[in-house]
């Protein structure tokens, strides 16, 4: 299958400060990517659908002004958490659609473990 | 929006015995329906999914069930086994480049 790759893996940053991660698809192009969010013991929340070219959309309750999303490129989408906060804390997983593929299956990033001090 | 409901949140069988987690969903558009196993810490795999034209659909032990009018499908696993151990997700999405929504998950604990 597809496969989605994201950087970091975890990330330990100060309260206040900013943490970019990465979300690529490596085999194939993607106009659209998502991103989740899970806390401990809780399911996968969409928090934003990030479009190539364009600005993302994010579902209701997720600050963009606090969480921007840039699609530069059809392989490439940044999630960048801005003036992190401890509650920030939690597992950050993005996601593809391959459109050569069933363009039904989403191809899910390894995640990225956030800490917030 | 979609409103993805799965039930239960915890469930323990014992081993060889079948195991069966349901979910409802109630946007009537969407026509895709996967279930994710999670372990701690990784990424959702996907084990089966159905789409809304097809009732049934089985693999090995693994089998998925959609009733689109009562708009309910349900995870079948038989002859469980404790590498079966996980917490499981049902989603659904609709049409084109829309997101999965994921129900809230169950664990599932396969007692040997």
């Known amino acids: 299958g597809a496969v989605v790759s994201q950087h970091p893996s975890r990330v330990i940053c100060k309260s206040g400060t900013s943490v970019k991660i990465e979300c690529r698809s490596l085999d194939f192009q993607a106009t659209t990517m998502f991103w989740y969010r899970q806390f401990p013991k809780q399911s996968l929340m969409l928090m934003a659908t990030s479009n190539e070219g364009s600005k993302a959309t994010y579902e209701q309750g997720v600050e963009k002004d606090k969480f921007l999303i840039n699609h530069a490129s059809l392989t490439l989408s940044t999630l960048t958490v801005t003036s992190a906060h401890p509650e920030d804390s939690s597992f950050y997983i993005c996601?593809?659609?391959?459109?050569?593929?069933?363009?039904?299956?989403?191809?899910f990033g390894p995640g990225t473990r956030l800490t917030v001090t | 929006g979609e409103n993805v409901e799965q039930h239960p949140s915890t469930l323990s069988v014992q081993e060889g015995d079948s195991a069966v987690i349901k979910c409802t969903y109630s946007d009537s558009a969407s026509n895709y329906f996967p279930w994710y196993k999670q372990e701690l810490g990784k990424r959702p795999q996907l084990i089966i999914d159905?789409?809304?034209?097809?009732g049934e659909k089985k693999d090995q032990r693994i089998a998925v069930t959609l009733n689109k009018t009562a708009k309910h499908f349900s995870l079948h696993i038989t002859e469980t086994q404790p590498e079966d151990s996980a917490v499981y997700f049902c989603a659904a999405s609709g049409p084109g480049n829309t997101p999965l929504v994921f129900g809230k998950g169950t664990r599932l604990s396969v007692i040997a």
């Open positions: 159905i789409r809304s034209n097809v």
């Open positions: 996601s593809a659609r391959d459109p050569k593929g069933t363009a039904y299956e989403q191809y």
